[in-house]
């Protein structure tokens, strides 16, 4: 009966009409793969990619600059073209903005970086400054998985965000999704040692934090588009609800294939990700202009998924 009751919740959130408004604010972003920045890109894939944004609302670029060495730092020899990308960006793509796209696993769920220590912190602070150095516009934060509640995560975002506001440049995170239901990112640790979901507390306090954040809200094995498209809604007004208007919020569409038991290809799509995001927009802050949608990944959207992100939302 419970998940008979949570697929009636969900279809119901589906329900309707989006919104007329609810429409691009200008403010997307897109992930790109590290090919940007590695030496395997040229001056006719950038432009390449200025006819792919034409006519969007992008505005942020988040590269693939990393990944972090478990201890925080990166070595230079990650991204060799980095200063290459963002010269050729600003050049030719006025008015978007390039953020080096930093991340790594954790722990104790991995064998990664510990951002409970604050010797890596620091160097995490360290490494952000050397990125900032070669001219990005931004950090882009992508650490996975992130307990709810962990204090360090939000000492790393305190500590990096002095640096970031010193330069005038941006802070932004990629963000879990919210728990569907009160207290299940605790029920997740207690059977699977595995922290899914943000309380909704916790993703406000990291919200306050940055400049922008990012939901990465696909994987959610939802089995069918209007399943996606209601927890797509549902998860758009629970993250409206505690992100102050100054805060970039972006809803993440799945721009990849998978088919697993956390992600059904057929349902979480562009198209019902962008009809759920609108649906939760218009009913909860539809006049809100820090909003937008972020694209998950260059490498592997297909021109449907262009399409689809064109005609929903710009």
């Known amino acids: ?10 279809r119901l959130e589906d329900a309707g009409s989006p919104s007329d408004t609810a429409r691009t604010r200008d403010r997307d972003a897109l ?22 944004l034409a006519g969007t609302g992008i505005k942020d670029l988040y590269v693939h600059t990393g990944p972090l060495e478990n201890d925080g730092t990166l070595p230079a020899e990650l991204y060799p073209q980095a200063r290459w990308f963002i010269d050729a960006v600003h050049r030719t793509l006025p008015g978007i903005r390039v953020q080096a796209w930093l991340g790594d696993v954790l722990a104790p769920e991995f064998d990664g970086l510990n951002a409970e220590d604050s010797t890596t912190r620091d160097h995490v602070v360290t490494t952000s400054t ?20 962990s204090t360090g995560y939000l000492t790393i975002l305190e500590q990096v965000r002095a640096v970031t506001s010193a330069r005038r440049a941006l802070l932004s995170v990629s963000a879990p999704v919210i728990d569907p239901l009160p207290g299940l990112h605790s029920l997740g640790l ?19 934090r940055v400049d922008q954040i990012a939901v990465m809200s696909y994987d959610t094995a939802m089995p069918t588009r209007s399943l996606y498209g209601g927890y797509l809604a549902q998860q758009t007004t629970l993250a409206l609800q505690v992100t102050a208007p100054s805060v970039d919020l972006l809803m993440g569409l799945p721009a990849f294939r998978a088919d697993d038991l956390g992600h059904h290809a057929s349902a979480e799509t562009v198209a019902a990700a962008i009809r759920g995001v609108r649906l939760g927009l218009g009913r909860t802050d539809r006049d809100r202009r820090a909003f937008g949608v972020a694209l998950y990944v260059d490498f592997t959207a297909t021109e449907q998924d262009w399409a689809d992100y064109r005609s929903g939302w710009s």
Do not use: C, N
Not at 31 to 49: C, F, P
Not at 130 to 149: A, K, M, N, T
């Open 1 to 10: 009966m419970p998940v008979a009751g949570a697929a009636v919740f969900l």
């Open 31 to 52: 992930w790109l793969g590290h090919a940007w920045v590695d030496g395997r890109k040229s001056d006719t894939d950038i432009a390449q990619l200025g006819i792919r």
């Open 130 to 149: 050397q990125v900032l150095d070669l001219g990005f516009d931004g950090i882009h934060f992508d650490f996975e998985p992130v307990r709810s509640g």
């Open 190 to 208: 207690a059977l699977f040692g595995h922290g899914k979901w943000w309380s909704q507390a916790y993703f406000a306090q990291v919200a306050r």
